[in-house]
């Protein structure tokens, strides 16, 4: 308790004799620390609500609300509820001691007083407070910075997703235009298809954050409903309609009846529509894609084989790594949508993976819990 800034330390005594109050003040005062007393438990209540020290030493015995009384409407109290008690007592027996525990004190001092002994207990519960309290600080200055990082990209986002959204049906409409007669100019017309496709990437990575940001943000359902994952691949399929056919891909599934999980629909639905994705993008030429599912252990796995080049067996670990890129030609733009993937699985107590099959295809897979029931949150 000695160097700079020990004024600061607050300590409030409670107990009804003043010869105890006496000669507390003398050891602590010499540590140039600031005290308060009170001759009695409902005084302390009021005194510690009104001035929030950083530590209590409350005497066991007193007339009235005793100490173990006293110090329970202390931790029942928010605005004292934190603030560390040490009793102060002639009571060394083991089940008093664990009665002032339960109460919820987090030390002793036996009387008579020995002046060390007061000061080594008193300094250590001091600095365990204030680290306790510069931890809170800490805590919540981190959480309000996400928070405005989250509403700031939540914003950023929605701001993009429109203006960007137009940019792309002008393109799709200006490669019909005829003006006066004749066609939109033929080398300005050759650039629309480029523009739309920086669009429609773009609206890509627009709603994957977004639904980052919603991961992130908020918990796993707190009951999760049975889910036929082979349906929700068939939806996820439908809204890539257009790119599989632009692609001349063929999907095909792997047995007719798959396993069913508990899990959150919507959320499945957008891992199917990720790796889907990817394997229309890196896949053969044109792109064969095999959808499958089989039970393991405690697990059912889902995955998506491809007839791409496949993956290097040294990067297939990085590829969940949000914002990855490895070698440009196998695996530029997986980074963060499997990251959102992985998150995804992390929240139902799941996993992913990556076969690499350098040569033959990769196949992408992600595991659900056969109890899905037991992951309330």
């Known amino acids: 308790m000695t160097g700079a800034g020990e004024q600061e330390y ?18 602590l005062e010499r540590r140039g620390l600031e005290l308060l007393t009170a001759r009695n438990g409902e005084r302390g209540l009021e005194i510690a609500e009104l001035n929030h020290p950083d530590l209590i030493l409350l005497d066991v015995m007193m007339p009235g609300i005793d100490g173990f009384e006293t110090c329970r409407r202390l931790k029942q ?95 799709d409409t200006l490669q019909d235009v005829e003006i006066g007669g004749r066609e939109f100019n033929s080398l300005a017309k050759s650039f629309l298809p480029l523009l739309s496709q920086s669009s429609e990437k773009l609206l890509g990575t627009v709603d994957a954050l977004l639904l980052l940001a919603r991961i992130e943000k908020g918990q ?56 889907i994705s990817n394997a229309l993008k890196y896949g053969g030429e044109p792109p064969r894609l095999v959808l499958g599912a089989e039970r393991r252990g405690p697990y059912v796995e889902y995955w998506v084989l491809d007839n791409g080049e496949g993956i290097d067996d040294e990067l297939c670990e990085q590829l969940f790594i949000p914002f990855s ?7 530029e733009g997986y980074g963060l949508g499997l990251s959102i993937v992985e998150r995804i699985m992390q929240m139902h107590g799941g996993d992913v993976g990556v076969d690499g099959n350098p040569g033959s295809g990769s196949r992408f897979y992600f595991r659900l819990p056969v109890n899905g029931e037991d992951l309330k949150r």
Do not use: M
């Not at 409030?12 to 003398?26: F, Q």
């Not at 409903?225 to 056919?245: F, H, N, S, W, Y």
């Not at 007719?256 to 899990?263: E, L």
């Not at 890129?325 to 695996?331: D, I, K, Y």
């Open 10 to 27: 607050r300590i409030l005594l409670i107990d009804d004799e003043p010869r105890n109050l006496g000669v507390l003040s003398v050891i």
């Open 77 to 171: 109290n928010e605005a004292t509820a934190d603030i560390p008690v040490i009793f102060t007592t002639i009571l060394d027996d083991l089940a008093n001691k664990l009665v002032g525990f339960q109460a919820g004190a987090v030390d002793y001092l036996s009387k008579p007083f020995q002046e060390e002994e007061v000061v080594a207990r008193v300094g250590k519960h001091i600095e365990i407070h204030r680290l306790q309290q510069a931890l809170q600080a800490r805590n919540q200055e981190l959480e309000q910075k996400n928070e405005e990082l989250e509403s700031f990209a939540h914003t950023v986002a929605h701001n993009l997703k429109t203006p960007i959204g137009q940019v792309k049906s002008l393109c």
């Open 325 to 331: 890129r490895l070698h440009r030609s196998a695996t």
């Open 220 to 275: 796993l359902p707190e009951y999760l409903r049975e889910c036929d994952v082979r349906q929700l691949a068939v939806e996820a399929l439908d809204t890539l309609g257009p790119t599989i056919e632009g692609r001349g891909a063929a999907v095909q599934f792997e047995g007719k009846s798959w396993p069913k999980v508990n899990a959150h629909g919507p959320w499945i639905v957008e891992i199917w529509k990720n790796y």
